[in-house]
């Protein structure tokens, strides 16, 4: 669900503004009337998307209208309250870290919205960022993280970065890898830098050779991976909510196949009704999934208690409780 368009940044990568424009947002009742229908309709998840979700409602000075006999302010805060009293699941993308987003961490305590953020860091290291033309400051990030699980622990941040950008030093690259591990983030995406007609980074000095841009995305991808599956790991053996995207037959398995490490029951060795779903830290086709054994019973858009059982560097297999 679209909540606004264009951005009033000018990162030095992107070219979406000289696209779409400086950000132009959506009046909060019209989004909140949209919502409300397509969750009569059946919809269970609402993913909030623009390219600054943060900022949603600056260009209008956060106008309110009224909403149900109440004032809802064009705010981020306003909006993911009131999107969450809806019913449906509420996951936040593209979030920049401004300090109002402190604001959104109780509402996900409440269990209005998902706790999840999707936050486009794109890199850590200051000399980096400050090429990119990117709004940040690593270190307060990496302390407000902290504070938000202490509030919400089973948050989930899900990111992406930028690797081989324009000047990026190995001294840069080490900065982001260090950060990654003390960040501790649950789902990571990274892009090679490439040029983007029209982009002021294409004139920068100092690119990266391409195969030191695949070697630095192979170590983002290898950390990255590691952290998600100790993450997962720690999740066997509790019961979790999971919402069931599809249910298809399990074939069984072929003769003599090899069961791999797992010790636990493993969807891929039973055979018979399987359903495959996301838990709340999962984003439709980017993040993980949940696969489910003995599952004849659910039905798409089910949102259903899973007693994890095994975990993968992506993926974690369960069995409904």
């Not at 860091?121 to 993280?145: D, G, I, W």
């Not at 830098?193 to 170590?219: C, H, I, M, W």
């Not at 996301?278 to 007693?307: F, Q, T, Y």
Request: charged share 30%; aromatic share 6%.
């Amino acid at each position: 669900m679209k909540i606004s368009e264009g951005c009033n940044h000018r990162c030095s990568f992107c070219i979406i503004p000289s696209i779409r424009g400086d950000l132009v947002s959506r009046r909060p009742d019209a989004i909140l009337r949209e919502a409300e229908k397509l969750i009569e309709a059946g919809t269970k998840e609402l993913l909030v998307i623009s390219q600054d979700t943060s900022a949603y409602g600056v260009d209008i000075r956060h106008q309110p209208r009224m909403w149900k006999g109440e004032e809802v302010r064009a705010h981020m805060t306003d909006l993911s309250r009131e999107l969450g009293k809806l019913g449906a699941w509420v996951r936040l993308h593209y979030v920049y870290p401004y300090p109002h987003v402190d604001q959104v961490i109780p509402l996900m305590a409440e269990g209005l919205v998902l706790p999840y953020l999707d936050i486009p860091f794109q890199h850590a290291s200051p000399k980096v960022l400050r090429s990119m033309k990117r709004p940040a400051n690593e270190a307060k990030v990496l302390e407000r993280l902290r504070s938000w699980r202490l509030i919400v622990p089973d948050m989930a941040v899900r990111s992406s970065f930028v690797v081989g950008f324009p000047g990026e030093t190995e001294e840069d690259f080490q900065y982001l890898l260090t950060w990654l591990e003390e960040a501790q983030l649950d789902r990571v995406g990274a892009f090679k830098f490439e040029p983007v007609s029209g982009a002021a980074a294409n004139t920068l000095p100092d690119p990266v050779p391409e195969e030191v841009k695949q070697e630095r995305y192979d170590r983002v991808m290898e950390i990255s991976a590691r952290i998600s599956a100790e993450k997962l790991a720690a999740k066997v053996g509790k019961t979790i909510e999971v919402l069931i995207d599809r249910v298809d037959e399990v074939p069984p398995p072929e003769e003599g196949a090899d069961r791999g490490h797992f010790d636990a029951p493993h969807p891929q060795h039973h055979h018979g009704i399987g359903a495959t779903g996301r838990s709340k830290a999962d984003a439709p086709e980017i993040d993980g999934e949940v696969h489910l054994r003995d599952a004849g019973h659910l039905s798409p858009g089910d949102i259903v208690s899973v007693k994890v059982e095994d975990s993968d560097e992506h993926d974690l297999f369960g069995v409904p409780a």
